[in-house]
């Protein structure tokens, strides 16, 4: 359903990207991992339109998407959350997530129609907290929110970039339930970019693992974390061998 290929990517002399890979099917809980400066938030930003990569391919549903801009993919069914947050702080929880539903209701009428802002908001734990300023809540409930929000586009795809960040494991572990949650009820196809390991293994199916700006594996992650490449990156060359 969505697939990036041959992705690349210059800042400058930096190359963040060359030859970055990426799928996702409905329904599948892909999980994009690599050590700090990979390249994992610049994919998410060329995928989603944030950025326009230099070369490669980006199709969603057999449509070529690449250099479109954010509005537009979204539109498209791709959403995602940021790895700083991004929240109408004035607003209280349910206009933030009703902003994004009336959008989507407004272009895409029929995705719109299966969106419940009311059971988003349960399902989030946000129920109680809808009426209350979004930028006075903990940072955490702000997290729950954005993916919330994300949600309330209908989207095809789910981009999640660190969305465990700053959470505490009991915080963890349900994001990990609630995404899985989401990807069934739903059918969306979900993208999660996280360094805590055991978090990607609980909820993936499939993992793609970077480094400097490559796709260096791709597979189930019992064969991923078997690779020679892999260990290399997380453990160090002398384990590899
Ligand atoms: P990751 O998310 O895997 O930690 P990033 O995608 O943030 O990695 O960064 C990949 C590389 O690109 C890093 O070397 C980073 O410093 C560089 N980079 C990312 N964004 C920019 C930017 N806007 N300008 C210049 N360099 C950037
Ligand atoms: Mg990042």
């Given amino acids: 359903?969505?697939?990036a290929t041959g992705i690349e990517k210059a800042f400058g002399g930096v190359r963040a990207l060359s030859g970055a890979t990426l799928e996702c099917s409905a329904g599948e809980i892909v999980?994009?991992?690599g050590p700090n400066g990979a390249g994992k938030s610049t994919l998410v930003n060329v995928v989603t339109g944030f950025l326009k990569p230099d070369m490669g391919s980006i199709v969603l549903d057999g449509r070529e998407i690449a250099g479109r801009d954010p509005q537009r993919i979204s539109d498209a069914g791709i959403a995602r959350t940021?790895?700083?947050?991004r929240v109408f702080r004035e607003l209280t929880v349910r206009q933030n997530v009703e902003v994004a539903f009336l959008r989507c209701r407004q272009l895409r009428p029929q995705k719109a129609a299966k969106v419940d802002v009311d059971v988003l908001l349960a399902e989030f734990g946000l129920a109680e907290l809808?009426?209350?300023a979004a930028g006075s809540l903990p940072y955490g409930t702000q997290r729950w929110m954005e993916i919330a929000r994300a949600m309330?586009?209908?989207p095809d795809i789910l981009m999640l970039d660190e969305p465990a960040a700053g959470l505490n494991d009991e915080e963890t572990k349900?994001?990990?339930q609630t995404i899985s949650a989401i990807c069934e009820r739903t059918g969306a196809g979900i993208?999660?970019?996280d360094h805590d390991l055991r978090f990607i293994n609980s909820i993936c199916a499939r993992i793609f693992v970077m480094d400097q700006g490559r796709s260096i594996a791709v597979g189930?992650?019992?064969a991923v974390w078997k690779d020679p490449k892999v260990i290399e990156v997380y453990v160090g060359p002398e384990a590899a061998v």
């Fill in 1 to 3: 359903m969505l697939s």
């Fill in 31 to 33: 999980g994009l991992i």
């Fill in 82 to 85: 940021f790895q700083n947050l």
């Fill in 130 to 132: 809808a009426d209350t």
């Fill in 152 to 154: 309330a586009t209908a």
């Fill in 174 to 176: 349900r994001l990990g």
């Fill in 191 to 193: 993208v999660v970019i």
């Fill in 220 to 222: 189930e992650p019992e």
